[in-house]
T-cell receptor
Framework: GAVVSQHPSRVICKSGTSVKIECRSL??????MFWYRQFPKQSLMLMAT?????????EQGVEKDKFLINHASLTLSTLTVTSAHPEDSSFYIC????????????FGAGSRLTVL | EDQVTQSPEALRLQEGESSSLNCSYTVSGLRGLFWYRQDPGKGPEFLFT???AGEEKEKERLKATLTKKESFLHITAPKPEDSATYLCAVSGGYQKVTFGIGTKLQVIP
């Protein structure tokens, strides 16, 4: 089945630094990938839709300059958290549409970001 | 705006005690309803997609059903390894998927 690889799985950084998270579709091409953020005991919140070769579409309330998304190829999307602060600490999960008709979201394993 | 409400938020079952999880939804033009399983610290794992009212799908001890307003995930004779958070999600227009908060299931040996 479709596999989405995400890394790093855990990252700890100092406040003010930037962190990059990679998301790769291993055995299929993904023209569209999605980035989610998950807080404890809350729903997965869609942050942005990443489209290969074009600018990402951000959800309302998500800062474009804080969360930089690049989708340079059909198998790779990256999320860079710039000038991270403790409130950016969260679980970030990427996903891609797979399956016949591209109607199933396959998720990566997630990345736990802790900003000190 | 699409909405998904899951109940209960948490469920504790004895091993072998069957039960059901509920997912109520409102969506403009349902393209699909999804069930996922999520283990702590991991990304969601796909279980089922349902497309139209009356549809049912099964996988091992799990069975998902769909009506026009809600979906149920039935768990028959659960085992401790079924312990996880089960997420329900709907896809409406523009490929946007809206998730519920999930039901945290604990199966006690």
């Amino acid at each position: 089945g479709a596999v989405v690889s995400q890394h790093p799985s855990r990252v700890i950084c100092k406040s003010g630094t930037s962190v990059k998270i990679e998301c790769r579709s291993l055995d299929f091409q993904a023209t569209t990938m999605f980035w989610y953020r998950q807080f404890p005991k809350q729903s997965l919140m869609l942050m942005a839709t990443s489209n290969e070769g074009s600018k990402a579409t951000y959800e309302q309330g998500v800062e474009k300059d804080k969360f930089l998304i690049n989708h340079a190829s059909l198998t790779l999307s990256t999320l860079t958290v710039t000038s991270a602060h403790p409130e950016d600490s969260s679980f970030y999960i990427c996903s891609a549409l797979s399956g016949s008709g591209a109607n199933v979201l396959t998720f990566g394993a997630g990345s736990r970001l802790t900003v000190l | 705006e699409d909405q998904v409400t899951q109940s209960p938020e948490a469920l504790r079952l004895q091993e072998g005690e069957s039960s059901s999880l509920n997912c109520s939804y409102t969506v403009s033009g349902l393209r699909g309803l999804f069930w996922y399983r999520q283990d702590p610290g991991k990304g969601p794992e796909f279980l089922f997609t349902l497309y139209s009212a009356g549809e049912e799908k099964e996988k091992e001890r799990l069975k998902a059903t769909l009506t026009k307003k809600e979906s149920f995930l039935h768990i028959t004779a659960p085992k401790p390894e079924d312990s996880a958070t089960y997420l329900c999600a709907v896809s409406g227009g523009y490929q946007k998927v809206t998730f519920g908060i999930g039901t945290k299931l604990q199966v006690i040996p």
